[in-house]
């Protein structure tokens, strides 16, 4: 891990307070999926962690983000030719194994999985992804991990595309029946995916400060009593790991 100076080469947004970043950096070079990057937005002292979506090549890499508050805000103010300081590549991200998945993504959940799809992919192994949504308005990446060569499956809470309700429901409803799961999203979420498969990692979200294990600040707890941080020790972690 390393802090740099990242050029952003663009900024705009793609969905319902929803903004796509690329920033040219060599961190990307050194970034595995599900792994995150903090940014140090201009004006704020505390860096905003955000997964990394999508490594473009050696120079490039991909954040999606939502606009929630102050310091996402500010981002979104931000354009090509701008440079902010990165940090990163932080935690650890989705293991490869040699074995098909189903990834289950929620909201801003899904951009780590877009990078985490095309591992798999580039390793021959079949992608089912579904990815859930508020509403169509919200949609992100639907296109992109098609364009991988995933099998894609879509569900919005208001039912305006896709199965409406949860992703579950777009599991039940179309008969997935793929065992090992990786899944980033909202804590109900990944509370459903935890109690539904016993095979596969779930990656969580905390408040950070340090982001790499110094500060304690975003502690969760595993099943025997132990304190886990999830920006060092997760945030990717096994299924059944850490009390949630
Ligand atoms: C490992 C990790 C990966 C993430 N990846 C993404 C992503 O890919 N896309 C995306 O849109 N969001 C992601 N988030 C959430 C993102 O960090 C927050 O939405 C963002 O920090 C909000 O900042 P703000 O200044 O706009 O909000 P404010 O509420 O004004 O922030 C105040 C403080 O709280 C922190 N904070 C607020 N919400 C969160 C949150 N949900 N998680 C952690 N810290 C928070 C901020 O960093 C800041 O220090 C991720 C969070 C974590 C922990
Ligand atoms: S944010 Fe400091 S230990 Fe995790």
Redesign the pocket.
């Known amino acids: 891990m390393k802090t740099e100076m990242a050029l952003i080469t663009e900024n705009r947004q793609i969905a319902a307070d929803t903004w796509k970043m690329v920033l040219k950096t060599t961190i990307a070079s050194e970034t595995g999926c599900g792994q ?1 990057v903090q940014v140090q937005v201009p004006g ?1 002292f ?1 860096r ?4 990394v ?1 999508r490594v473009l090549d050696e120079e490039h890499l991909v ?11 500010r981002m979104a103010e931000m354009s090509a030719g701008e440079s902010v300081d990165l940090f990163g590549p932080l ?1 650890h991200g989705f293991p490869i194994e040699d074995r098909d998945v189903l990834l289950i993504g929620g909201g ?1 959940g899904v ?2 999985l877009l990078e985490t799809a095309a591992r798999h992919i580039k390793a021959g192994h079949h992608v089912t992804a579904v990815l859930g949504f508020n509403d169509a308005s919200g949609i992100i990446l639907e296109q992109q991990f098609r364009e991988l060569g995933c099998d894609v499956y879509t569900a919005t809470m208001d039912g305006s595309a896709g199965t409406k309700g949860t992703v579950m429901d777009a599991i039940r409803q179309n008969d997935i029946n793929e065992e090992y799961v990786l899944s980033c999203g909202p804590l109900p979420m990944l509370k459903a995916v935890s109690n539904a498969y016993q095979k596969g990692y779930v990656s969580l ?4 400060a340090c982001g790499m294990g110094a500060c304690m600040g975003c502690v969760v707890k595993d099943n025997d009593g132990e304190s886990l941080r ?1 920006c060092k020790d997760g ?1 990717v972690f096994a299924i059944g790991k850490v009390v949630l």
Do not use: N, Q
Request: hydrophobic residues 40%; contains cysteine.
């Open positions: 995150f704020y505390l905003r962690p955000i997964s979506c954040l999606i983000y939502k606009v929630v508050g102050d310091g996402t805000a935690g801003v951009p780590p979200e905390a408040r950070m999830v945030p």
